[in-house]
């Protein structure tokens, strides 16, 4: 028999003490949540950086300090084994300080999967592997689909994995808020689409869509708490808008990666597979097309490609901002900084050209 606890009631007691949002019940997931006074500013940002490695090094940090993005998104780095000593409330304040305005600066947490390199993963955790043997504890599901090691979706509507990410007293969203980011960047909430996390919300009597908004609420709810202007940003599964009005009122911003180009997992910055990758046509006017159901919903879209060529990076920017997105373009490693965005007048002088090798 499974010890899985539902997570409801934790949440619904959550709700019930905020009572802001409403309660959980499927028929009041559409009640408005509050913004806070940083979303203006997020709807404002015309540029952002990605950068999810390599924080240690300090020259990497200070390239960030000296550029002139309007966003951060970074990798809060000491929830990594080994590196827990990393001073991420240092780099947050000196980013959001440095230059002649203020920065908004938002922390990377995967949401929708299990990182083995956390310092969150206990010695008595055992990963799922590829052959079907079971993860332990039993919400850790199986290996990443997209090749991407020590990575593994979970049940996100388990409440240990919730107390994990963001409930419990060491939560990730705990140390984002105690090291002062502006709010939360989450991937893989597109975890409701894997064959694994679908099987195992079929055997829990579970809409694998409705928990994935029930726990983007929860999180919301739990971090404004603390901080009324806490951002929550969302990163890919744009379809989570079909048939769910609540989704784009309980996120303040969508990203998307791969609308024109992506690249391998677990390359290094030079190699050529790092990006380049194009994204199919009709996959592509798929994305737009949800995509901009949340710019007709007042939120902004960032989107994330990787490019190598210098083509392909041109007619990424291009693409996105003729659209209202706001674009970045970089490589998949994403562990530096790439080349600054271009200016509108480089982007008028490349043409009207479309992706290469699409």
């Not at 991420?88 to 920065?103: I, T």
């Not at 902004?300 to 901002?321: A, G, H, K």
């Amino acid at each position: 028999m499974s010890n899985r606890v539902p997570a409801a009631a934790v949440v619904a007691g959550m709700m019930a003490v905020l009572g802001g949002c409403g309660s959980v019940g499927e028929e009041r997931l559409d009640a408005p949540c509050v913004r806070g006074a940083l979303f203006e500013q997020l709807k404002g940002v015309r540029t952002f950086a990605y950068e999810l490695q390599g924080l240690e090094n300090a020259a990497r940090r200070k390239a960030l300090e000296e550029s002139d993005y309007d966003l951060f998104v970074l990798e809060p780095t000491r929830t990594v084994k080994g590196s827990q000593s990393f001073d991420a409330k240092g780099m947050v304040s000196r980013l959001k300080n440095a230059g002649n305005r203020r920065r908004l600066v938002v922390a990377y947490i995967d949401i929708g999967e299990a990182e083995k390199y956390r310092t969150y993963w206990l010695s008595t955790w055992q990963a799922p592997t590829r052959t079907g043997k079971p993860g332990n504890p039993d919400f850790i599901l199986a290996p990443d689909p997209d090749g991407w090691s020590d990575c593994f979706p979970v049940a996100y509507w388990d409440a240990r994995w919730q107390a994990v990410v963001a409930t419990g007293a060491d939560s990730l969203l705990g140390k984002a808020l105690d090291d002062g980011f502006d709010g939360i960047y989450m991937d893989w909430v597109e975890g409701y689409n894997d064959t694994h996390v679908r099987a195992r919300a079929k055997h829990d009597g579970v809409n694998a869509k409705t928990e994935m908004i029930r726990f983007i609420r929860t999180i919301r709810l739990t971090a404004q708490q603390r901080n009324p202007d806490f951002l929550i940003i969302a990163q890919n599964a744009p379809d989570l808008i079909e048939n769910h009005p609540a989704y784009p009122k309980v996120i303040d911003a969508m990203g998307q990666e791969d609308l024109h180009f992506s690249g391998a997992a677990g390359v290094g910055w030079f190699n050529p597979r790092s990006g380049d990758i194009p994204t199919p046509k009709a996959d592509r006017l798929w994305l737009q097309q949800r995509l901009d159901l949340y710019l007709a919903a007042g939120l902004p879209v960032f989107t994330i490609d990787y490019c190598v060529n210098e083509q392909n990076r041109l007619s990424s920017y291009r693409l996105s901002r003729a659209r209202g997105y706001v674009p970045f373009v970089s490589r998949t490693p994403l562990d530096r900084l790439p080349e600054a965005p271009p200016a509108v007048s480089v982007l008028r002088e490349c043409g009207s050209g479309g992706i290469m090798g699409a």
